[in-house]
């Protein structure tokens, strides 16, 4: 695949800049074909990304429907179809404002202005459109094999709330028609997987505009599945010493000013609110006021580790952008603890948290996962408390901590707390890009500033070490990754309707009804079907729907022997079974919490 550069220089390109050279040169087209469709477009950014491209577009008061990227996505293709050449330029300071000045291009003269220290800009154009680029590109239109135009978003020029609001174009481009395919093959994968669908079709939860974005409120299925997950953390905990509290949701500005927050992240929280001359926020995470609990009464070393847990509710502010079901809202529960510990206690309490992660990754089935030793940037004075000495301190340990435990990482700059360095896990879901599900954070920086203390040994106070910890990290997003893993079709344990009795008639409904009582009355969740449709309805409504994993059918053969029929989830016949036979085997399965 033949490139230019933006001295007219032609090369083969490198086959690792491929894709990128594909999506930065099919951004280019996209916006000439949106130019020519709509005149009054002005273009901010325009950049290829991992996944495609997109630009960003001043369009007025015009609101793009799904038939204008429809037109958007033909006239790429009749640029591709014409063959334009690509032709690159160069001009001094003084020439490219002139020319961005004639063509009505503001972002781009703003953004020169950004780039004082420039004395030339390049440019790329092919046909009547000219921009503001540094290349590469591909040499001619005709080389985008495979492009699609997908959806349309909002975003603020410069990516700052205070400026203008534009309407982001996203697209996808690759190597060839075959590569397009799989993708959209995928992307129907992911349709078909994603958590807000299925949480709609078993009713699991919903959200509601009157209550507010990114507020989801969990329906009596979907609290089942978030009560279980709950059990099953903390019973963990509990087994390894965690003392488990509950902190109010709220907490005082000052809370945060001393514990740091409101200097690092007061753009996620909710505003103050002022009531007895004291400003008050909603929290966005529980350390402060674990922080102050454990300052609530002398420690000695002999009480540490001290292990606070909680199933604790918080409040972020993110972006409607970034909103997605409970994967991400503005209110989450998380499964959060904080363990207090002497600096001789760090390996094996760290040690005990990674044995924790990666016990519930086996319950759960969990095997496409990496660790992450993530590092502050020095450079950033701003996102980072700033004590290059207790961060060395802190870092050194948890690397050192992690070697010693033989656990595989890899590391990565920029990504810490602003107190500390952290340990994520990030899972690879069945579709779409890796997450953090559980994080073990290591902090010499809150415990000095909520001042801490405990007598040690030899009676000299000092300040503990503390360990920010979760395992399932949000009980939301963990239930959204398994909503999508399993497609719905969870455990025994876990599933909100366990069996589901199926009479294939009203004669044998009475039966049925004693076979639910006894069910129920075992502990196991489940629920009758007294409606007049056909058994293979019944059946089907079962499987799809519910996704219930055992299906009881009640005939007039199983009512005259005493017995049941039973079916699985995945169309398996058992056959007929004793009734406490099957009890047996199901309270067996959730005991061990069968996959």
């Known amino acids: 695949m033949k490139i230019i550069y933006k001295d007219g220089t032609v090369a083969e390109c490198p086959q690792e800049e491929e894709l990128h050279v594909l999506r930065h040169t099919a951004a280019h087209i996209m916006a000439q074909a949106i130019k020519r469709l709509f005149p009054e477009a002005d273009f901010a950014y325009g950049p ?18 799904d038939d204008d990227l429809k037109a958007i996505e033909a006239e790429m293709k009749k640029i591709v179809k014409a063959n334009l050449p690509v032709k690159p330029f160069i001009l001094n300071r003084e020439d490219s404002k002139k020319l961005m000045a004639e063509r009505g291009e503001k972002f781009k003269l703003e953004h020169m202005d950004d780039l004082a220290e420039e004395s030339t800009f390049s440019f790329y154009q092919q046909g009547e459109y000219v921009d503001m680029c540094l290349g590469p590109h591909l040499c001619y239109t005709k080389a985008l094999k495979a492009f699609k135009v997908t959806q349309q978003s909002g975003a603020y020029w410069k990516n700052d709330s205070s400026r203008q609001m534009l309407t982001r174009i996203n697209g996808v481009a690759f190597r060839s ?33 009157l209550v507010g974005r990114g507020l989801p409120m969990f329906l009596p299925n979907g609290y089942t599945i978030w009560q279980e997950l709950e059990h099953y953390i903390v019973a963990k905990e509990r087994r390894l010493g965690y003392q488990h509290v509950m902190t109010p949701c709220v907490g005082t500005v000052e809370l945060y000013k001393t514990s740091g927050h409101w200097d690092h992240y007061k753009d996620n929280m909710f505003p103050p609110m002022e009531m007895d001359n004291e400003a008050y926020v909603l929290r966005p995470m529980n350390c402060p006021h674990h922080m102050r609990i454990y300052a609530s009464r002398p420690r000695s070393y002999r009480n540490l580790p001290l292990r606070i847990g909680e199933i604790a509710h918080d409040f972020r502010y993110e972006s409607s952008g970034t909103l997605k079901g409970i994967e991400r809202g503005r209110h989450f529960c998380q499964n959060d603890a904080h363990l207090f510990c002497t600096p001789d206690q760090i390996k094996d309490e760290v040690s005990k948290v990674c044995d924790l992660i990666f016990e519930a990754y086996k319950d759960f089935g969990i095997t496409d996962y990496r660790c992450v030793l993530s590092l502050r940037d020095p450079a ?8 290059d000495q207790m961060w060395e301190t802190a870092e050194s340990a948890l690397r050192e901590v992690l070697i010693e435990l033989g656990i595989q990482f890899t590391e990565e700059i920029g990504e810490a707390a602003f107190y500390g360095p952290k340990l994520d896990v990030n899972v690879k879901p069945a579709v779409g890009a890796e997450y953090t599900l559980s994080t073990c954070q290591l902090d010499f920086c809150l415990p000095a500033k909520f001042d801490l203390r405990y ?43 366990q069996v589901k009795v199926l009479p294939v008639s009203e004669k044998t409904l009475d039966y049925a009804r004693d076979i639910t009582e006894k069910l129920a009355d075992a502990g196991l969740r489940v629920v009758l079907d007294e409606s007049n449709e056909k058994i293979g309805y019944k059946i089907r409504l079962a ?23 039973v079916r699985t989830r995945s169309g398996e016949d058992l056959g007929a079974m004793d009734l406490d036979a099957f009890i047996a085997k199901a309270l067996e399965e959730i005991r061990t919490k069968a996959r």
Request: aromatic share 8%; net charge negative.
């Open 48 to 65: 290829a990304t991992q996944n495609g491209f997109y630009y960003d577009v001043d369009l007025g008061d015009r609101k793009l429907t």
């Open 177 to 209: 028609a075959e590569e397009l395919a799989e993708w959209e093959k995928q992307q129907q994968e992911a349709r078909e997987r994603d958590h807000r669908k299925i949480g709609r079709e078993m009713q699991l939860f919903m959200t509601d505009d």
């Open 380 to 387: 950033d004075k701003k996102k980072y408390h700033d004590d």
């Open 455 to 497: 007598i040690d040994s030899d009676g000299t106070e000092k300040c503990p070490v503390v360990i920010h910890r979760a395992i399932l990290g949000s009980l939301d997003r963990f239930m959204a990754y398994l909503i999508e893993e399993t497609k719905g079709r969870f455990p025994l344990w876990l599933a909100p309707l």
């Open 543 to 565: 499987q799809q729907e519910d996704r219930a994993p055992y299906m009881l059918i009640i005939g007039a053969k199983e009512a005259e022997a005493g017995n049941i029929s």
